[in-house]
């Protein structure tokens, strides 16, 4: 079990790094293809959607940082506390997050992000239309 969360817990720390330095190739490859993700004030997220979404902000924001300040980890859970800095031309936007990811097979198969929407929406404008909300 303690192996199980560590490599849990490495998937996990892959996946803010990439977006860090902002490798799709390499988000893209942590992702299960039955992946879904959940964000608070935006609801449900395809795979697909999650992608496009976080390729738009790795080239929106030239300069990225995620920090991650604490971590826990049971079997195939991950919880993440980070804080998020994302500066561009006439724009900063940090935020602090929780994720949960849940891995398996080596690879993030769901997840949940919650952050200070209203943050979010003066950087990147009001939540698209809801999706339908996943229990994990």
């Given at each position: 079990m303690q192996?199980l969360?560590r490599?849990?817990q490495q998937v996990?720390a892959?996946f803010?790094?990439?977006?860090?330095?902002?490798?799709a190739?390499?988000?893209?490859?942590?992702?299960?293809?039955?992946f879904?993700w959940w964000v608070a004030?935006?609801?449900?997220?395809s795979?697909?959607?999650?992608?496009?979404?976080l390729?738009r902000?790795?080239?929106?924001?030239?300069?990225?940082r995620l920090?991650v300040?604490?971590?826990?980890?049971?079997g195939?859970?991950v919880a993440v506390?980070?804080?998020?800095?994302?500066?561009r031309p006439?724009?900063?936007y940090?935020n602090?997050?929780?994720?949960l990811?849940?891995?398996?097979?080596?690879r993030?198969?769901?997840?949940?992000?919650?952050?200070?929407?209203?943050a979010?929406?003066?950087?990147f404008?009001?939540?698209p239309t809801?999706?339908k909300?996943?229990?994990?």
């Amino acid at each position: 079990m303690q192996q199980l969360a560590r490599t849990s817990q490495q998937v996990a720390a892959a996946f803010l790094q990439a977006i860090e330095d902002g490798n799709a190739a390499d988000l893209e490859s942590l992702l299960a293809p039955t992946f879904h993700w959940w964000v608070a004030g935006w609801g449900e997220r395809s795979r697909t959607e999650l992608l496009a979404a976080l390729s738009r902000t790795m080239a929106a924001f030239p300069s990225r940082r995620l920090a991650v300040k604490g971590v826990t980890a049971e079997g195939e859970r991950v919880a993440v506390e980070a804080e998020g800095r994302f500066e561009r031309p006439g724009l900063l936007y940090c935020n602090t997050y929780h994720y949960l990811f849940i891995v398996r097979d080596g690879r993030i198969a769901s997840g949940r992000e919650y952050f200070d929407t209203a943050a979010a929406g003066a950087a990147f404008g009001p939540p698209p239309t809801q999706g339908k909300n996943h229990e994990q």
